[in-house]
T-cell receptor, first 117, second 118 residues
Framework: EAGVAQSPRYKIIEKRQSVAFWCNPISGHATLYWYQQILGQGPKLLIQ????????DSQLPKDRFSAERLKGVDSTLKIQPAKLEDSAVYLC???????????????FGQGTRLTVV | QQQVKQSPQSLIVQKGGISIINCAYENTAFDYFPWYQQFPGKGPALLIA?????SEKKEGRFTISFNKSAKQFSLHIMDSQPGDSATYFCAAPFTPNAGGTSYGKLTFGQGTILTVHP
């Protein structure tokens, strides 16, 4: 079974520029997450999709971050304009939906390491 | 935002020793407690998980001990090996107030960097 695919693996941009990350979840997984992992910290959820609808984006800095999930499959996360503090690894994860809404394991991609200079 | 507090931040053990990492949580509605292992340049991967209806779960050299009354759970790695050197995260899924259904949004601890010397 193919895992969660993310691209690019690395990205270096100057502050105030824009950047986009792409994620292809595991086939059939209804739930997709974007996490931000700052060096030395645990991942922090930015946004969660259920199929193509947003379930939770309470921690997404909406003035600069946006995300969409096309046709309930692939997803893109965009930052515009980027700030120095956005330097982090952006992780995409997906999980299958279990009846009753109980938690199911999240499978993570390798992440995109963003450096803002 | 519910918190999960993890300790220690770093841990060094000798090959063959026991590694112990602890986590404390606040939300009593959490119903699933996973540990994730992360190697450099990789995403976190589920190592082992426990539900609160049991006090211990063992998978090979890895054991989770769960203390519901104290709201704590810990990871024990027996016979630690150099290949176990990684960052370990405890986590818990956030349970929304309405409906009590866990949507799977994970709250992670700060992480423990484990180094096993040969």
């Amino acid at each position: 079974e193919a895992g969660v695919a993310q691209s690019p693996r690395y990205k270096i941009i100057e502050k105030r520029q824009s950047v986009a990350f792409w994620c292809n979840p595991i086939s059939g997984h209804a739930t997709l997450y974007w996490y931000q992992q700052i060096l030395g910290q645990g991942p922090k959820l930015l946004i969660q999709f259920q199929n193509n609808g947003v379930v939770d984006d309470s921690q997404l800095p909406k003035d600069r971050f946006s995300a969409e999930r096309l046709k309930g499959v692939d997803s893109t996360l965009k930052i515009q304009p980027a700030k120095l503090e956005d330097s982090a690894v952006y992780l995409c994860a997906s999980s299958p939906r279990r009846p009753g809404g109980h938690y199911t394991e999240a499978f993570f991609g390798q992440g995109t390491r963003l450096t803002v200079v | 935002q519910q918190q999960v507090k993890q300790s220690p931040q770093s841990l060094i053990v000798q090959k063959g020793g026991i590694s112990i990492i602890n986590c404390a949580y606040e939300n009593t509605a959490f119903d699933y407690f996973p540990w994730y292992q992360q190697f450099p340049g990789k995403g976190p991967a589920l190592l082992i998980a426990i539900r609160p209806d049991v006090s211990e779960k063992k998978e090979g050299r890895f054991t989770i001990s769960f203390n519901k009354s104290a709201k704590q759970f810990s990871l024990h790695i027996m016979d630690s090996q150099p290949g176990d050197s990684a960052t370990y995260f405890c986590a818990a899924p956030f349970t929304p107030n309405a409906g009590g259904t866990s949507y799977g949004k994970l709250t992670f601890g700060q992480g423990t960097i484990l180094t096993v010397h040969p």
